[in-house]
C-alpha cells in the first residue's frame, strides 16, 4: 500500500488530456481553436491562453510565469480547480478526481503523526522543506556524450565529454524516519534546529559591528536597527524553544 504523498502523487501525474477536458466542461470553459479564456485574469478574447500540445493543460502568455526560466503561466487541471473551488491543492485534486472524474480514492497508508514532535511550521523555520521526501538523484555510472543510458535514468554533464548517469531515488520522509528510527530523526532535527540558532546569533552578532552597514544605520536611524535586533533576538528564541521540544521528546 503506498503512502498518502505518493498516491497523490500518481493521481497527479496520470491526469490526462481528456481530463483537462473533462474539468474545462465542468466549469463551463469553451475551447475555441485551442485556446481558452484564462480563469486566472480578467481575460475576455481567445489567443493569449492555449493548450498545451500535450492537451494536458493551459499556458497563458499574459498572466506573469510560475515557473521560474519558463515564459508564461503554467495552467494545470489542478489549478482551475483550486480557483473556482477556493481548496488547497490537496483538497482540489480529491474534488477533481472523485467530483468531477468520478474516480475512486486510491487507498494509501497514512504516516503516523501523532506523536511527530514539531509543527510544519516548525519544521520549515529550520528549513526541513522537503520533511514529506524527495527524489534525490544517485549517481549510477558515467558514459560519454553518445552513448544511451537505461529507461527511467538520467545524465547530466561533469566534464567537457563526461555525463554521470544519475537515477532519482524517493528519499524518505522525516515522519518515516522517526517511526522507524526516532534516535536518528531526532540527530536530523537537532542539528538543523543548532544550525538555524547558529545563523541568526551570526546575523545579530553583525548587527552593531561598527564595520557593518547596520552600524552605520545605527548612528541614522537607531529605533530601525533596534527593531532588527528584536526580531533576530525572536528568531533565536524560536530556534532554541524547538530544540528544547526535540530534547523533551528523546
Keep these: 500500500m503506498a503512502e498518502k504523498y505518493d498516491a497523490l502523487y500518481e493521481m497527479r501525474r496520470s491526469l490526462s488530456a481528456s481530463d483537462f477536458r473533462a474539468v474545462l466542461s465542468y466549469y463551463n470553459i469553451p475551447v475555441k481553436k485551442n485556446s481558452i479564456l484564462c480563469p486566472f485574469h480578467n481575460d475576455t478574447h481567445y489567443g493569449s491562453c492555449s493548450i498545451n500540445k500535450d492537451g494536458r493543460g493551459a499556458t497563458c502568455w499574459v498572466c506573469s510565469s510560475n515557473k521560474p526560466g519558463r515564459m508564461g503561466r503554467s495552467i494545470s487541471p489542478v ?66 556524450k553518445h552513448e544511451e543510458i537505461p529507461k527511467g535514468m538520467d545524465k547530466v554533464q561533469s566534464g567537457e565529454a563526461c555525463y554521470a548517469v544519475i537515477k532519482n531515488v524517493k528519499a524518505p520522509s522525516i515522519y518515516n524516519l522517526y517511526d522507524t528510527d526516532k534516535d536518528a530523526a531526532l540527530e536530523i532535527l537537532q542539528g538543523k534546529a543548532s544550525e538555524t540558532e547558529r545563523y541568526y546569533l551570526d546575523l545579530l552578532g553583525g548587527t552593531f559591528d561598527r564595520e557593518s552597514a547596520n552600524w552605520k544605520l545605527y548612528c541614522e536611524n537607531r529605533e530601525e536597527v533596534l527593531g532588527l535586533r528584536d526580531y533576530l533576538h525572536n528568531k533565536v528564541a524560536e530556534a532554541r524553544s524547538i530544540s528544547a521540544k526535540l530534547l523533551r521528546a528523546s
Design 79 to 144: 489549478d482551475v480547480v483550486m480557483e473556482r473551488e477556493g481548496l488547497e491543492y490537496t483538497e482540489a485534486l480529491e474534488f477533481l478526481w472523485c467530483t468531477i472524474l468520478g474516480r475512486t480514492m486510491p487507498t494509501y497508508q497514512t504516516q503516523s503523526k501523532s506523536n511527530f514532535p514539531l509543527e510544519g511550521k516548525e519544521l520549515e523555520f529550520i528549513g526541513m522543506w522537503n520533511a514529506r521526501g524527495r527524489m534525490v538523484p544517485i549517481p549510477v555510472n558515467g558514459c560519454s
